[in-house]
C-alpha cells in the first residue's frame, strides 16, 4: 500500500542550529501539506504546495521556515535558526487531485519529531 | 472565526465498553466533516468522511454522525479494544476557495483491559 514516507522520523537539535525535513509524497499525489503538530493540539497547516507551486504560505514564519518542491514531488521543509518553540511533530500529507473542491483523502506521513535542546 | 471544538480533552475506559466524542465546528460555509485517529508518535489516519447531505456514517466498529444544523458531530466507538487507544481529531473543511482543513485539538481516548 503507498504511503506518504518522512525523514528522520526523529530530530534532535541545539537552537540556533539549522534543521531540514523530507517529505515523499504518494506517487501521482500533486498537492502536498506540510503541517506542525504541537504537543495535544491539532495539527496546523504551514505549507501548501500543488505540484511545485507553492499555493498557500500564509502560516509558514518566514523568517526563519523554508519549503520547496523543486520537481513537484518529493519536498523538503527548513529551518534555520531553530528556537526552543519549535519542537513538534512535523507532518507530511498529500492529496491526489488538484482540485480543491475535492474532498479527496489527505495521506499522512509518521511525522518528525523535532526537539529543539 | 472557524473553529472545531472537541470534547472530552481526555478519556479512559475499560476494554470492551462503548463510548462516544464530541465536536462543535463554526466553520462556515461547510464542505465535509473528518474524523482522524492518531496514534502516538504517528501521522493522522482517516476514519470517515461526511458531507453535508449525510448524517451518518460506519467504518467498522467506529460510527460518525453529523448534525449540520446544530453543528455538531460525534464519534462513536462499540466494542472498545487496547488498540483504540489514540487520539481521534475532528477535521472540518469549508467550502471556501482554500477548502483549508480545520483541525480540533483531539480527544485523547485511553482503553485499559
Known amino acids: 500500500e503507498a504511503e506518504v514516507a518522512q525523514s528522520p522520523r526523529y530530530k534532535i537539535t541545539e537552537k540556533s542550529q539549522a534543521v531540514a525535513f523530507w517529505c515523499d509524497p504518494i506517487?501521482?499525489?500533486?498537492?502536498l501539506y506540510w503541517y506542525r503538530q504541537i504537543l495535544g493540539q491539532g495539527p496546523e497547516l504551514l505549507v501548501q504546495?500543488?505540484?511545485?507551486?507553492?499555493?498557500?504560505d500564509s502560516q509558514l514564519p518566514k523568517d526563519r521556515f523554508s519549503a520547496e518542491r523543486l520537481k513537484g514531488v518529493d519536498s523538503t521543509l527548513k529551518i534555520q535558526p531553530a528556537e526552543l518553540g519549535d519542537s513538534a511533530m512535523y507532518l507530511c500529507?498529500?492529496?491526489?487531485?488538484?482540485?480543491?473542491?475535492?474532498?479527496?483523502?489527505?495521506?499522512f506521513g509518521p511525522g518528525t519529531r523535532l526537539t529543539v535542546l | 472565526k472557524n473553529q472545531v471544538e472537541q470534547s472530552p480533552q481526555s478519556l479512559i475506559i475499560l476494554e470492551g465498553k462503548n463510548c462516544t466524542l464530541q465536536?462543535?465546528?463554526?466553520?462556515?460555509?461547510?464542505?465535509?466533516l473528518r474524523w482522524y485517529k492518531q496514534d502516538t508518535g504517528r501521522g493522522p489516519v482517516s476514519l470517515t468522511i461526511?458531507?453535508?447531505?449525510?448524517n451518518t456514517k460506519s467504518n467498522g466498529r467506529y460510527t460518525a454522525t453529523l448534525d449540520a444544523d446544530t453543528k455538531q458531530s460525534s464519534l462513536h466507538i462499540t466494542a472498545s479494544q487496547l488498540s483504540d487507544s489514540a487520539s481521534y481529531i475532528c477535521?472540518?473543511?469549508?467550502?471556501?476557495?482554500?477548502?483549508?482543513?480545520?483541525f480540533g485539538s483531539g480527544t485523547r481516548l485511553l482503553v485499559r483491559p
Open positions: 465536536c462543535n465546528y463554526t466553520v462556515s460555509p461547510f464542505s465535509n
Open positions: 500529507a498529500s492529496r491526489l487531485d488538484r482540485l480543491v473542491s475535492s474532498y479527496n483523502e489527505q495521506f
Open positions: 477535521v472540518v473543511s469549508a467550502r471556501d476557495s482554500s477548502y483549508k482543513l480545520i
Open positions: 504546495f500543488q505540484d511545485e507551486s507553492v499555493v498557500d
Open positions: 461526511m458531507t453535508f447531505s449525510e
Open positions: 506517487s501521482g499525489h500533486a498537492t
